[in-house]
C-alpha cells in the first residue's frame, strides 16, 4: 500500500481519540522511527509503498494507540532537551516543562568554570541528570531514585548519551542525611494529589507510574518538605535549591522554603502560564 494512502487511514482510525493534528504528529514519529523518513521525504516521494510486514507494525501500533498507549511508550523512546531517551512504563515521559527547569539551572551555572556537583532527586528517565552532564560538562553529577527498574533505564540513557552520572538507589523519605555536599540540589518529586487525577488525561492515568505522580492530599507538600530539609544540611554555602512544582501550590511551597530559612526565592511560570519552578539558595 502506498504510505501516503495509509497515512490517511491511520489519522481516521485514531479521530475518535485524537485531534487530526496529534495523529498526524504520531504518524511521523513512526514513520522515523521504523522507516527513517521524515515529513518532507515523503512530501517527495508520495510513491513510497509499505511491505506487508510493516503493515503489521504500523496497525500494531494503531491498535496500541487506540488503547490510548503513549506514543513514547510504544516506540520506547522520546527527545528531551535535544537528546533522545528510553521510556517505559517503569518511568515518566519527560515533558516539556522540565526542559525549561534544565534549561534554567543550564543558563545559571554555563559561565562557572570552577568544578560544580548536582544532585537529582527523584531521576526516573534520567532525563534531568543526563542533560544537565551533557550541557554542563566540568559538573560531577548525581541521581536518586527509589524504584530499581527505574534507575537501570536511566544507565542505559546515560550510555545512550555519552554521559557519566552517578546513580543512586534511595528512599529519599526515609534518608536523614545525603552524606555528600552539592553545590546543586534539584528534584522534579511527585506533587499531583489525589484530587486532581479528573484532571489526568487516561493516557497518563492509566500508563504512567503513579510512584511517580501522586501525593496525598493530606500532605501535598511532603517531599518538598524533606528534600528541602536535606538540602539545608548537604548543600554547599550559598548553594542552590530547583524544583518543579503543582502549579495549584505555588504560594504554599514559597512559604515552606521561607519557613526554612532559604533566601533569593523565585517563583517562575512556565511556557503555558502556570506556576511551575522555583529557584532558591541557601545560606
Same mark, same amino acid.
Given at each position: 500500500m502506498l504510505l501516503k494512502k495509509y497515512k490517511s487511514n491511520f489519522i481516521k482510525e485514531l479521530s475518535s481519540i485524537n485531534d487530526e493534528m496529534e495523529a498526524e504528529s504520531f504518524f511521523y514519529l513512526i514513520l522515523e522511527h521504523f522507516h527513517q523518513l521524515k515529513r518532507i521525504d515523503l512530501a517527495i516521494n508520495p510513491d513510497f509503498e509499505i511491505s506487508e510486514s510493516d503493515m503489521v507494525r504500523w496497525?500494531?501500533?494503531?491498535a496500541e494507540l487506540k488503547t490510548q498507549k503513549p506514543i513514547q511508550y510504544i516506540l520506547g523512546e522520546t527527545e528531551f532537551y535535544g537528546l533522545k531517551f528510553m521510556v517505559d512504563g517503569n518511568v515518566l515521559i519527560p515533558r516539556p516543562e522540565t526542559e525549561e527547569l534544565v534549561d534554567l539551572i543550564v543558563s545559571s551555572f554555563k559561565s562557572q568554570?570552577?568544578?560544580?556537583?548536582?544532585?537529582?532527586?527523584?531521576?526516573? !528517565?534520567?532525563?534531568?541528570?543526563?542533560?544537565?552532564?551533557?550541557?554542563l560538562p566540568n559538573a560531577e553529577v548525581f541521581a536518586i +531514585?527509589? !524504584?530499581?527498574?527505574?534507575? @537501570?533505564?536511566?544507565?542505559?540513557?546515560?550510555?545512550?548519551?555519552?554521559?557519566?552520572?552517578?546513580?543512586?538507589?534511595k528512599n529519599i523519605l @526515609?534518608?536523614? +542525611?545525603?552524606?555528600?555536599?552539592? +553545590?546543586?540540589?534539584?528534584?522534579?518529586?511527585?506533587?499531583?494529589?489525589?484530587?486532581?487525577?479528573?484532571?489526568?488525561?487516561?493516557n497518563v492515568l492509566e500508563f504512567e507510574p503513579h510512584l511517580a505522580l501522586f501525593v496525598e492530599d493530606n500532605d501535598a507538600l511532603l517531599f518538598y518538605r524533606k528534600i528541602a530539609q536535606l538540602a539545608k544540611k548537604n548543600l554547599t554555602e550559598n548553594g542552590s535549591l530547583f524544583f518543579e512544582i503543582n502549579q495549584y501550590l505555588g504560594k504554599e511551597t514559597v512559604e515552606l522554603l521561607e519557613n526554612l530559612g532559604f533566601k533569593n526565592i523565585l517563583l517562575l511560570k512556565d511556557i503555558y502560564g502556570n506556576d511551575r519552578m522555583i529557584s532558591c539558595v541557601i545560606n
Open positions: 496497525e500494531n501500533i494503531l568554570t570552577s568544578k560544580l556537583r548536582i544532585l537529582d532527586i527523584g531521576t526516573g !528517565s534520567g532525563c534531568i541528570p543526563i542533560s544537565l552532564k551533557k550541557n +531514585d527509589v !524504584s530499581e527498574n527505574a534507575l @537501570e533505564i536511566a544507565k542505559k540513557n546515560a550510555k545512550l548519551n555519552g554521559v557519566e552520572v552517578n546513580f543512586i538507589l @526515609e534518608t536523614n +542525611d545525603l552524606e555528600q555536599q552539592f +553545590d546543586v540540589i534539584v528534584s522534579n518529586p511527585p506533587y499531583v494529589r489525589m484530587l486532581e487525577k479528573e484532571e489526568i488525561k487516561p
